[in-house]
């Protein structure tokens, strides 16, 4: 029995580690379109490429959701699945932050807001990992990631679509998505210091029990 379970956590050839994998080769898709944006803007072709990139960026937020549902849906959790998401997840954002940057579209203490937010939480989930303690997302961080999912592709685009103003509406999606990124960050921290003193004190009232029966 305990085979089985370690074979299917090594597992790497299943339908959510393709769309991880798939949304991983996005990226530089992604970048390219927009670094092409960035040194064509004489050309009136550019435009597409900024659409095209917001597009490919919409997609692969999508197999970002499907991936996690049908892993949760039939119960696959592997140690690839586990290590490569949150990289495919933070290479997507963070490479388009800083293309988006470079095209003069978010200012650059908002990517050093969220990229540094990214890290930092990075960090404190290999502590609580380490720690063997637990610490759920938060709503404010869920929010934060669908905020920061719609607005970057907006700036992408960069144009009014129809009577939605992307310009403007990405804008403000980043620097509320920015906020409630620090938000999120010292909730979490809080949380954990929290989860940490319990576990401390756990172990205190173990070790006492232990000599106590000694």
């Given at each position: 029995?305990?085979?089985?379970?370690?074979?299917?956590?090594?597992?790497?050839?299943?339908?959510?580690?393709r769309?991880?994998?798939?949304?991983?080769a996005?990226?530089?898709?992604?970048?390219?379109?927009?670094?092409?944006?960035?040194?064509?803007?004489?050309y009136?072709?550019?435009?597409t490429?900024g659409?095209?990139?917001?597009?490919?960026?919409?997609?692969?937020?999508?197999?970002?959701?499907?991936?996690g549902?049908?892993?949760?849906?039939?119960?696959?959790?592997t140690?690839?699945?586990?290590?490569l998401?949150?990289?495919?997840?933070?290479?997507?954002?963070?490479?388009?932050?800083?293309m988006?940057?470079?095209?003069?579209?978010?200012?650059?203490?908002?990517?050093?807001?969220?990229?540094?937010?990214?890290?930092?939480?990075?960090?404190?989930?290999l502590?609580?990992?380490?720690?063997?303690?637990?610490?759920?997302?938060?709503?404010?961080?869920?929010?934060?990631?669908?905020?920061?999912?719609?607005?970057?592709?907006?700036?992408?685009?960069?144009?009014?679509?129809?009577?939605f103003?992307?310009?403007?509406?990405?804008t403000?999606?980043?620097?509320?998505?920015?906020?409630?990124?620090?938000?999120?960050?010292?909730?979490?921290?809080?949380?954990?210091?929290?989860?940490?003193k319990?576990?401390?004190?756990?172990?205190?009232?173990?070790?006492?029990?232990?000599?106590?029966?000694e």
């Amino acid at each position: 029995m305990s085979d089985n379970t370690s074979s299917t956590d090594l597992e790497i050839d299943n339908l959510p580690n393709r769309l991880t994998i798939f949304r991983l080769a996005l990226v530089p898709v992604v970048v390219i379109c927009l670094y092409g944006a960035a040194m064509e803007l004489q050309y009136p072709w550019h435009s597409t490429l900024g659409w095209t990139a917001a597009w490919i960026f919409a997609l692969a937020s999508i197999t970002d959701f499907f991936d996690g549902y049908i892993a949760r849906k039939k119960d696959i959790v592997t140690v690839f699945g586990s290590f490569l998401d949150p990289i495919a997840d933070k290479f997507l954002t963070v490479s388009s932050l800083i293309m988006l940057q470079a095209l003069d579209r978010i200012p650059a203490f908002i990517v050093i807001i969220l990229v540094l937010r990214e890290m930092y939480m990075t960090s404190l989930r290999l502590l609580a990992t380490n720690e063997g303690i637990t610490v759920p997302v938060s709503e404010l961080g869920k929010w934060k990631t669908a905020i920061q999912m719609i607005g970057i592709p907006m700036l992408m685009a960069n144009e009014t679509w129809w009577i939605f103003p992307f310009p403007i509406m990405g804008t403000i999606l980043i620097y509320a998505a920015s906020i409630l990124s620090l938000w999120s960050a010292i909730s979490y921290s809080l949380n954990m210091i929290a989860k940490l003193k319990q576990a401390r004190m756990a172990s205190k009232v173990k070790a006492n029990q232990t000599k106590g029966n000694e």
